[in-house]
């Protein structure tokens, strides 16, 4: 069971019970240079936009409306992995900012060059400067150990950014509050019945964990034992319900994955659809997000998934695990960290989501993240410039999954979305921080 162990703690994306805010995300230090170049928007500081098309209630603004972008591709390729690249975009209007660009050739040496000083087996980074098309780049040790970098991958608790804009969606259609009890859409149990919404999305209801670090001994006993079941949000709730609360709601922090089951669960109740449908009609569909989605666990695994490798003290590297038990894992994460997606999409997500009106009013977003209250944020986590970058702060979510370990997030004041994942795990975040803080390196201005 030494094994099971270890899964569940790379299930879990955050950290055992505490009373302190959540930490901010660092970075480290490389090298290297891409090339888009793009007008920052006028969003370009850590105020929210307020320019744009705002959604109607039912969900975000559909890509096709929104001007500025184009399609196109080809980059350069090495032997050990390969970037690709947008089309060159229009030039920039005169009184507008200077131009961000990113080479692409320059991307693909950099990571090459990261890639073999970190250790790491293999390593994809997606990026988006401005509104251009994202660029993404993969390295592996050798040609067949770089993942495909328009290949999709389980995006786990970035999942949980997805949830938390639907609910905002709700609560700017004045279908949801805030600051109402959760229990008012989802019936919990009489501990839980003072819970809000806003507790809910903060990590601070109180409610215990579920497959998480906290708990991984029982849930990693019952994944594994049940690889091929199909566990219900309320069943993995089940084990819980008799559990007194871990404190008063409202007075402490404590990263737990049962807070978005329960999003979902009010999610499905107030738009009366499944959760998959609900982020399919209202984000991803819109957004012509077309290759992410959340795994439900039956069928095969999505073919062009990259083999997830996890490395078992005592049991060997390099194992399996997801393919041997996904529906039992993909199920028990659920609405908390069972998305799929793609570099691509994951950064025009981001930047859709926080830099943009496309899926969120200003004040929406501002709840979603406030950068002068950063441990007050909603389903979503700080990031921050380190080694000397002069790059502003940024908002996102890591994600720890068996086999994949990924970070992301927006930059505003550069307006680059970066995420970064490897198909090898566990990886530690400080390498993957290392990575977002080169990249945002290698984007030029002027």
């Known amino acids: 069971m030494a ?41 370009s500081t850590e105020t929210p936009s307020t320019g744009g098309t705002r959604p109607s209630t039912n969900g975000a603004t559909p890509r096709d409306s929104r001007p500025g972008e184009t399609t196109g591709a080809a980059g350069a390729t090495t032997d050990s992995g390969t970037a690709t690249a947008a089309s060159s975009p229009a030039d920039t209007p005169p009184g507008s900012p200077p131009a961000a660009t990113l080479d692409a050739a320059a991307l693909q040496q950099w990571l090459d060059e990261w890639r073999a000083a970190s250790g790491l ?13 994202p660029i993404v780049a993969s390295s592996g040790r050798t040609t067949a150990d770089a993942p495909d970098p328009t290949a999709p991958f389980y995006i786990a608790s970035i999942t949980k950014t997805f949830v938390t804009a639907i609910v905002l969606q709700l609560v700017e259609a004045h279908e949801v ?18 819970i809000t919404v806003r507790q809910l999305l903060g990590h601070r209801s109180g409610l215990p ?36 609360l871990l404190f008063e709601p409202g007075t402490q922090y404590h990263y737990s994955n049962t807070d978005f089951i329960v999003a979902g669960l009010l999610v499905e109740a107030v738009t009366h659809a499944p959760i998959a449908e ?16 959340l795994d439900a666990g039956t069928g095969p695994i999505g073919p062009t998934i990259p083999p997830a490798y996890y490395d078992v003290p005592g049991k060997g590297d390099g194992i399996q695990v997801l393919r041997a038990a996904r529906p039992s894992i993909v199920s028990v994460y659920g609405s908390s960290a069972a998305m799929v997606s793609t570099p691509a999409d994951v950064v025009r997500w981001f930047r859709d989501v926080y830099g943009t009106d496309a899926v969120l009013s200003g004040a929406s977003r501002l709840a979603m993240f406030d950068p002068d209250h950063p441990g ?13 970058t002069g790059r502003p702060g940024g908002r996102g979510h890591d994600g720890i999954f068996p086999g994949f370990d990924s970070l992301g997030g927006w930059f505003a004041g550069a307006d680059v979305a970066v995420v970064v994942y490897t198909n090898h795990s566990p990886t530690p975040t400080s390498l993957l921080q290392g990575a977002i803080d080169g990249v ?7």
């Open 3 to 43: 094994g099971a162990l270890v899964l569940l703690a790379a299930c879990s994306s955050g950290s055992a019970t505490s009373s302190t805010e959540p930490a901010t995300t660092g970075s480290g230090t490389i090298v290297g240079g891409i090339s888009v170049s793009t007008p920052r928007p006028a969003d």
């Open 121 to 133: 087996t293999s390593v994809v980074v997606g990026v988006q400067v401005g509104d251009r098309d």
């Open 177 to 194: 509050d805030l600051d109402e009890p959760v229990a008012n859409h989802v019936q919990l149990w009489p501990a839980a019945d003072t």
């Open 209 to 244: 964990g579920v497959a998480g670090l906290d708990t991984q001994d029982e849930w990693a006993a019952r994944i594994l034992d049940r690889p091929a079941h199909l566990w219900t949000p309320r069943e993995v709730l089940s084990y819980i319900d008799d559990q007194p």
């Open 278 to 293: 609900a982020l399919q009609s209202r984000l991803t569909g819109p957004l012509g997000l077309d290759a992410t989605y």
């Open 376 to 388: 007050d944020g909603l389903g979503t986590k700080a990031l921050c410039p380190c080694s000397g």
């Open 440 to 446: 945002l390196a290698l984007v030029r201005t002027g």
